[in-house]
């Protein structure tokens, strides 16, 4: 009879070491089930001397190894010494393709063939995924390679590249350059890679260094032991078939997502988004049962929390009932709440009070209040004021909140307990609609947009509640603030929530259609035909509307409306609007001024077809999503790189902003340099969530970033740089007299962030760029101000 | 939403240069010295000491550009004011000599001055209306696209040439090489393209190879289409066919370049007037207050 562990640890990157570590230490039977030949990959193939962060610095570390902040070679030697002193025991190359049973009774196969029984299982694989393998006969040969590390280190080799993105393009251009390479795409062209890879990969081909084989696919890898090479490939190409003969092969085939794997495991997620989680209990286990879930595929990206995760998941196992290392944190957020309850039932009672966190798992609500802010405001307090560009959500646990729905009468609703607020500045990416004040006794809990949009993303149940009550208050405070809510209903009802892509049109002009959209998130801009070209005559952005002339009465749509980034409207149908008009007779006035309003811009515009190409040149640079952007005037410029200057003296030798870089049109100049998109992509995917948004619009990196660059390859604009901390400023008269310049650290392994233009927040004078500019080139300007801008010109 | 420098706060500097001029003339006119009018009067006095500190503080504008952090103002407004200050102060300094001039300090003094006021206006002038050639020259191209274009063009062409062999491919590859743009001051202020290449040339029924210019890549375009007048064949006519159009987009962007070069130069080389130009002034400047409060 084989061996049955106690534990089975299948990954061994920081949670799983974590947890194989403590299981050594407490001496139960484990065993550490790696893919690889190494410890911890994902840390392994970071860059040489890449300098690793230690956050969130406020959580300590509870684990049988050591972690602190430093090179990844100092934490890879660290761990490796700490795991032989464990004793862990690892079996190398054991790639899981199954897990089966439950607990007590596990089976873990490999892809070696071999099986592994186990009392319980963790899974610590991390979100990376598996390279996707060749899946022909000898694809595990030794030289078949699934990665490339350093290009230089082959010489004059026959190397057979397959795979038709930018690593594989990649890899073929650097090793081209010592060695004969060929490069295998299964289709007839590089449609996924960057164009400067393609550029570089054109060149090579040309110079003939690399032979490409397009619509060509592997049959088969057979080693030669005599001859000149070490193996022959079969190749299956759009010519017919053949053999070329190779020294190594280097695969790029993306990765497998580990999804698919962790689902076929028996694991639920709790909806088809990509970044959902499994839902996990208190103790990190799955809906296996005895089958544990921890680290990044649990929704914990930062190698200090996945550690804590491997020494309490293995706690959890021996049913020791330890308080997580969040308890004191815990316990600290709570101290001010006049409950007079401990932690566990303070979590208890708000989660019980506040109604649309009703359908959170208590893993996931436990996480979500660590990373809220509790507050116990006095009565009239300012919660947040209007036009401020915050975007937490806040939750109503006790007391009451006023929401002053319009600043000219004052007029205020209250909303209770249980309820929440805040919803639209989250939703929309936009300035807050209203100021709200607090009520008596009122204990509210503010929760960061990224964790809401976490949960909004994984929790289907929270979105419908929220969208629900955010359509009411959408319609009720856009067009009947002194309506009762009652008589809305019809309206609320049958409204509904659509979405859109970039460029995708809404309504069409000559179409008939009664449809009202009030944009939610994103932005729309209206264009008409005229002397045979589609003229952009508006830019329409979240909390405005579009299509109420439909509703008055004229069913043909007199002009295109289209979506310019991801948008999402909320639709309303003519009837019941209708019915609200004839019972609000002051509210038919206000909506027909508007139309009149716009009708009368429209007008102008068309009658300057250049401010129409002015604008649609705007909203093809992206800046249809931008809440504050710098343009420069070239008819004003006269490029002395005064605004580069003064960004970097004020920010520590790194200009944020590069001028002469991006697109012109007409004399307006979209330099490169952030735009403070309204849904910012570097917020996407930002392990110690360090970046955020002001409340008065800007989108800073805070000081706990920790180097991954994420966020710079997110942005789509480029205007995030990797940049050496420290240096030293010279000051003001070396500047004047003998034009010295920033001194910037040598090191080149120096620890790294990611910088980008933080609208100058700490400087009282504003933005230094736009107030270093001698000539009035540089302009900082909101969309809003677009049209302004296109009129003048 | 935004203007230029010169219409800064609806040209409030303009008006404020205009009426400190227009004050000072009028005093000038209605003043009686004893004797003629000169320095050393109120007036005089009055006027030099506004000259000296408007001198001190058109100066410091150097000092505010760089000044980062400051929340004095604009440097837009700064440069509308030293501009316009600067301006009056052609007026302002000649009343304070009461037109007294001779070979001494104090009219080298107001030499100075006037030649830092005209490179001045003509700095004025360029920031005025270069940015738009500057603009319409570029036609939505930086220098670096224009450099790796001409890169991308060079490698073409060196491609194709490796089928025609020679005299093309030495013709061609030797004006790669000795391709040449910038230079010095006046190479960049005269759009001057030094680039050379090598002809074949036969001296005494033998066959050896010269330097001549090939300005614009002109001499290059003149030969290539010499040789596809001559081509028989169909082959060599079309690479020779297709490097000549690779040229010829090389010598538009070159023409491109240069002139971009040429106009950015003219933008900035009065600054290598108006500076130092500046510091003689503030020198000279002081050696005349010395020496008139000395020999008083």
Known sequence: ?793 | MHGSFLSHRGGFWFWFALTLVLASVVAYVWHEPIGLPNGGSWLGYTLGTIAALLIVWLTLFGVRKRAYYSRLGSVKGWLSAHVYLGGSLLVLGTLHSGFQFGMNIHTLAWLLMVLVIVSGFYGAWVYWRYPNRITRNRDGMTRDLIFREIADIDRKASLIVEGLGSPADRMVISAIQLFQVGGGAWQQLGGRDRSQMMIGVLKEKQKSWKRVSNSRQQRLLDELTGLLSRSTEPKEAALLQELIDLVSRKARLLKQLLNDIRLQGLMEIWLYCHIPLTLALLATLTAHIVSVFFYW
């Open chain 1, 1 to 793: 009879m084989e061996k049955r562990f106690e534990v089975v640890i299948v990954g061994s990157g920081p949670a799983g070491l974590s947890a194989a570590g403590r299981a050594a230490e407490l001496g139960l039977s484990h065993l550490l089930l790696e893919s690889t030949t190494h410890l911890a990959n994902t840390i392994q193939r970071y860059q040489k001397g890449k300098h690793v962060m230690a956050e969130p610095g406020f959580l300590p570390l509870r684990s049988s190894l050591p972690f602190d902040a430093g090179s990844r070679e100092d934490i890879l030697a660290a761990w490796l010494q700490n795991a032989k002193k464990l004793g862990i025991k690892v079996a190398w190359n054991a790639d899981v393709t199954a897990i089966t049973g439950q607990r007590g009774d596990f089976v873990l196969q490999t892809r070696s063939g071999k099986s592994v029984r186990a009392n319980h299982v963790v899974l610590a694989i991390g979100l990376q995924g598996n390279p996707r393998k060749l899946g022909v006969p000898g694809e595990d040969q030794p030289f078949v390679q699934y990665q490339l590390d350093d290009p230089d280190e082959y010489l004059n080799e026959e190397i057979m590249v397959v795979g038709a993105g930018d690593s594989a393009i990649e890899n073929a251009v650097a090793l081209a350059r010592q060695n004969k390479v060929s490069l295998i795409n299964r289709r007839d062209e590089f449609a996924r890679a960057k164009e400067g890879n393609l550029k570089q990969l054109e060149d090579a081909v040309e110079r003939g260094r690399i032979k490409v084989f397009f619509n060509s696919s592997l049959r088969s890898i057979e080693a030669q032991s005599n001859g000149e090479h070490r193996a022959q490939v079969s190749l299956t190409t759009g010519e017919g078939d053949m053999q070329v003969p190779v020294d190594r092969i280097i695969a790029r085939l993306g990765a497998i997502p580990p999804r698919d794997f962790v689902e076929s495991c028996g694991i639920q997620f709790p909806s088809r988004a990509a970044n959902a989680v499994p839902e996990l209990t208190h103790q990190y286990e799955s809906n296996v049962p005895g089958l544990y879930v921890i680290g990044a595929l649990a929704g914990y990206p930062l190698i200090k929390q996945a550690m804590n995760q491997g020494y309490e998941v293995v706690e959890h196992i021996l049913g020791r009932d330890i308080k997580p290392v969040d308890h004191g944190l815990l316990a600290k957020k709570f101290s001010g709440l006049p409950f007079g309850l401990d932690v566990e039932q303070t979590l208890d009672k708000i989660k019980k009070n506040v109604l649309c966190f009703g359908p959170v798992n208590s893993l996931r609500f436990r996480e979500l209040i660590l990373e809220s802010d509790v507050h116990t405001p006095k009565a009239g307090e300012v919660i947040f004021s209007r036009n401020d560009y915050t975007n937490s959500f806040y939750s109503i646990v006790e007391g009451s909140v006023e929401i002053e729905i319009d600043e000219q009468t004052g007029k205020r609703v209250t909303v209770g307990e249980g309820q929440f607020f805040g919803e639209m500045g989250l939703i929309s990416g936009r300035r807050r609609n209203a100021t709200v004040y607090a009520g008596r006794y009122c204990v509210l809990v503010e929760t960061p947009r990224r964790t809401m949009l976490r949960l909004l993303s994984s929790v289907d149940e929270v979105r419908r509640r929220i969208d629900q009550v955010f359509i009411l208050r959408a319609i009720h405070s856009q067009f009947a603030p002194n309506s009762n809510l009652e008589d809305l209903a019809d309206l609320v009802n049958s409204a509904e929530l659509r979405q859109y892509a970039p460029g995708e049109v809404l309504f069409a002009e000559g179409e008939s259609g009664d449809e009202l959209h009030l944009v939610r998130r994103g932005s729309l801009t209206v264009s008409r035909y005229l002397h045979g070209r589609e003229v952009v005559l508006s830019y329409v952005p979240a909390g405005k509307y579009v299509g109420e002339m439909g509703l008055l009465g004229n069913s043909r749509r007199t002009a295109s409306v289209r979506a310019v980034v991801p948008t999402e409207t909320v639709v309303m149908k003519s009837e019941p609007f209708l019915a609200l008009l004839e019972r609000d007779p002051k509210l038919k006035a206000q909506v027909q001024t508007q139309l009149q309003a716009r009708l009368r811009a429209n007008a102008s515009m068309e009658s300057s077809t250049e401010g129409g190409e002015l604008l649609s040149f705007l909203m093809r640079q992206g800046l249809g999503e931008a809440t504050d952007v710098l343009l420069i005037d070239e008819s004003l410029c006269v490029r002395c790189d005064n605004c580069e200057t003064a960004c970097a003296s004020t920010h520590g030798g790194t200009s944020r902003l590069n001028r002469e870089a991006g697109p012109s049109y007409a004399s307006i100049h979209v330099p490169t340099s952030c735009r403070h998109c309204e849904h910012p992509h570097c917020m996407k995917d930002c392990p110690p969530d360090a970046i955020s948004r002001n409340a008065s619009g800007e989108v800073v990196i805070a000081d706990n970033c920790i180097g991954c660059g994420n966020c710079e390859s997110n942005c789509p604009y480029g205007v995030i740089q990797m940049a050496p901390i420290g240096g030293s400023q010279p000051g003001l008269w070396s500047r004047v007299l003998f034009g010295a310049e920033h001194k910037k650290v040598k090191d080149k392994e120096a620890p790294k962030r990611a910088v980008k233009c933080d609208m100058c927040t700490n400087l009282k004078g504003g933005p230094a760029c736009v107030r270093a500019c001698p000539t009035g080139a540089a302009v900082r300007i909101s969309p809003e101000q677009f049209i302004e801008l296109v009129r003048e010109d």
